[in-house]
């Protein structure tokens, strides 16, 4: 059995920041790569970062320059810092992890969600 559970998130200011924090436990054998999306209200999920086992990362365009992932390989952890964060980064934000379960066994793994609100 594996989980995500995620931690960080709330109510900022347009400008603001805020840090979104997600841990992996239980029967992990080995991370391919973690990342996050998001599902803003009445819209699709949709890809927010990614980072893979060696440190490769992917933005969507509307954040590049202005979130940051990081990832801790020791502590299954992944972080997203948010900068300069914007209305429409609304959402509930979703942590997500590809990894095997053992040699052969792979799947794709979700956190809880985390809500993030910047008002204007």
């Known amino acids: 059995q594996v989980q995500l559970v995620q931690s960080g998130g709330g109510l900022v200011q347009a400008g603001g920041s805020l840090r979104l924090s997600c841990v992996a436990s239980?029967?992990?054998?080995?991370?391919?790569?973690m990342g996050w999306y998001r599902q803003a209200p009445g819209k699709q999920r949709e890809l927010v970062a990614t980072?893979?086992?060696?440190?490769?990362?992917n933005y969507a365009d509307s954040v590049k320059g202005r979130f940051t992932i990081s990832r801790e390989n020791a502590k299954n952890t992944v972080h997203l810092q948010m900068d300069s964060l914007k209305p429409e980064d609304t959402a509930v934000y979703y942590c997500?992890?590809?990894?095997?379960?053992?040699?052969?066994?792979?799947?794709?793994?979700w956190g809880q969600g985390s809500q993030v609100t910047v008002s204007s």
């Open positions: 997500t992890s590809r990894l095997y379960t053992d040699s052969v066994s792979w799947d794709d793994y």
């Open positions: 239980g029967s992990i054998f080995r991370i391919i790569a």
């Open positions: 980072v893979n086992a060696g440190g490769g990362t």
